[in-house]
């Protein structure tokens, strides 16, 4: 699948896709539509395997997807072509933003937007924590009522609230009591 | 790949004796990117410990609005990183901050690819894993506590501050919101 016209291809497709890139996994499935579907670059599940990959490595999991794709596609050139391609345009915007950002911070204007940005920023922080939040709380839950199965089944314990498996009450007999009745 | 390695420790080198202050946005760099596992706001945390507690390179403040820029801007949240490194050095730090926040994670990308299949099966990778997951709940919430104290609110603020929660929770995009938060700051703030 390698050759010189195909890292271009691969520059500027993931180019095109870096300027749109919102929303961490919104983004894999923009990513999935361009590699798999249209372009071929592979197929759907070399696509999920990457993607498992790249969700457990370090990193931004929408940049490393795009590295897997351009890797598979066309070796380490291919991973650095679209790897890049898709980071330009956030380091160009931020870029530019970081500037006016310097010299435009004092301005009334920019101190209102920043004032009420600042506050949306917390709602978005909050938001996660609510939503990863809810996930853990169904493990901790999960992890809970799994817990307080061990000692629940109170028919293993004879009538001396010995643990016996059952033994006793199955056959009648009490190992505890065996001999002296 | 090896190559690549090589290229790397060298220009670590040549930034170490160069430059301290780049040298010291690289490490910091660098270690962010290596530890932002989970999606999202997995690195925001780190970033916060580490530029604004440990290196006081910005107050909470500034460093709120680098990530209300990151918000903004496409691409990962970490891309604050640039804001970092133009508000530490310029250009140059704009550049050397960006390039030591995706470059390790990169390389881990390109060695591990190959070998994935194998280690995705063993049990320590799927602890691992799970152990960096489960730390990252009280991680953000750390997060949403410090931005939280560092706001003066005000009765407005905290309207906009909830209508704001009430629609990220309700699955509203993230852009809207910042879009009609914006517009509303400007008009009431």
Redesign the interface.
């Known amino acids: 699948m390698g050759s010189n016209t195909g890292v271009k291809d691969l520059f500027l497709a993931f180019l095109r896709l870096g300027m749109t890139a919102f929303g961490g996994p919104v983004m894999v499935a923009y990513i999935r539509q361009i590699a798999v579907n249209r372009r071929q670059w592979l197929d759907e599940s070399e696509f999920r395997n990457g993607v498992a990959l790249c969700q457990s490595l370090p990193g931004a999991t929408a940049m490393q997807v795009a590295a897997y794709v351009g890797l598979r596609s066309n070796g380490i050139t291919g991973a650095l072509a679209s790897y890049v391609g898709f980071g330009l345009p956030a380091f160009v915007i931020m870029l530019v933003l970081s500037v006016l950002y310097i010299n435009y911070k004092s301005l009334p204007t920019a101190v209102s937007l920043f004032n009420g940005l600042q506050v949306i920023v917390i709602a978005i922080i909050v938001n996660a924590v609510y939503s990863f939040g809810r996930g853990m709380i169904k493990s901790i839950m999960n992890i809970a009522f799994a817990l307080s199965f061990l000692d629940r089944d109170q028919s293993l314990h004879c009538h001396h609230n010995r643990r016996c498996g059952g033994d006793c009450i199955r056959s009648g007999h009490c190992p505890c009591c065996i001999g002296k009745n | 790949?090896l190559i690549?390695f090589l290229l790397l420790a060298a220009c670590l080198a040549v930034l170490y004796f160069t430059d301290d202050g780049l040298f010291d946005l690289t490490t910091i760099m660098m270690q962010i990117?290596?530890?932002?596992?989970?999606?999202?706001?997995a690195?925001?945390p780190l970033m916060l410990q580490k530029i604004v507690n440990v290196k006081a390179w910005m107050g909470y403040?500034t460093f709120?609005?680098g990530?209300?820029?990151?918000?903004?801007?496409?691409?990962?949240?970490?891309?604050?990183a640039?804001?970092v490194g133009?508000?530490r050095d310029g250009?140059s730090g704009?550049l050397i901050a960006?390039l030591a926040v995706?470059t390790?994670?990169?390389l881990?990308?390109?060695c591990?690819?190959p070998f994935?299949?194998r280690v995705?099966s063993t049990r320590y990778?799927a602890r691992a894993?799970d152990g960096i997951l489960?730390s990252?709940?009280g991680l953000?919430?750390y997060?949403?506590i410090r931005?939280?104290i560092?706001?003066p609110w005000d009765a407005l603020?905290l309207l906009?501050?909830?209508a704001?929660?009430a629609a990220?929770?309700r699955k509203v995009?993230?852009?809207y919101?910042?879009a009609i938060?914006?517009i509303?700051?400007?008009?009431?703030?």
């Open positions: 790949m690549l990117d290596l530890f932002a596992f989970g999606g999202g706001f690195s925001v403040r709120m609005d990530i209300a820029l990151g918000q903004i801007t496409p691409g990962p949240i970490v891309i604050t640039t804001f133009y508000l250009l704009a960006t995706f390790p994670s990169f881990i990308l390109i591990v690819a994935f299949d995705k990778f894993t489960a990252f709940l953000i919430l997060v949403a931005f939280s560092a706001v603020k906009l501050g909830i704001a929660l990220l929770i995009d993230i852009l919101v910042v938060g914006s509303f700051s400007l008009f009431f703030f």
